[in-house]
């Protein structure tokens, strides 16, 4: 069974920067958007940045100018640079692989945790 396999997350004080990275840990046909999402606790899992096939990013409004997202389409890596963080950036963040020709299909990572505290 292929999953998404993500890393970069941990703990660090505002202003601070993560780095990302999200790779399927096996083959995924057909490739679509690829994206991240976070869910803080007692709230629904919101976008924060998706990239498409042919990299045109599309972010979330309360974080943009901070993080940037980027892909690597031959290591089928997703990444998501996160500079300028703030105590609300704080959650558990999900890689997402959409997929799929006629139909679309999302892959889920299992969520890697974000923290901003001083």
């Known amino acids: 069974q292929v999953q998404l396999v993500e890393s970069g997350g941990g703990l660090v004080q505002p202003g601070g920067s993560l780095k990302l990275s999200c790779a399927p840990s096996?083959?995924?046909?057909?490739?679509?958007?690829m994206g991240w999402y976070r869910q803080a606790p007692g709230k629904q899992r919101e976008l924060v940045a998706t990239?498409?096939?042919?990299?045109?990013?599309n972010y979330a409004d309360s974080v943009k100018g901070r993080f940037t997202i980027s892909r690597d389409n031959v290591k089928n890596t997703v990444y998501l640079q996160m500079n300028s963080l703030r105590p609300e950036d704080t959650a558990l963040y999900y890689c997402n692989v959409e997929a799929g020709r006629s139909t679309s299909y999302r892959y889920w990572g299992q969520g890697t945790q974000v923290t901003i505290s001083a």
């Open positions: 096996g083959t995924i046909l057909n490739m679509r958007a």
């Open positions: 990239i498409t096939r042919s990299g045109i990013p």
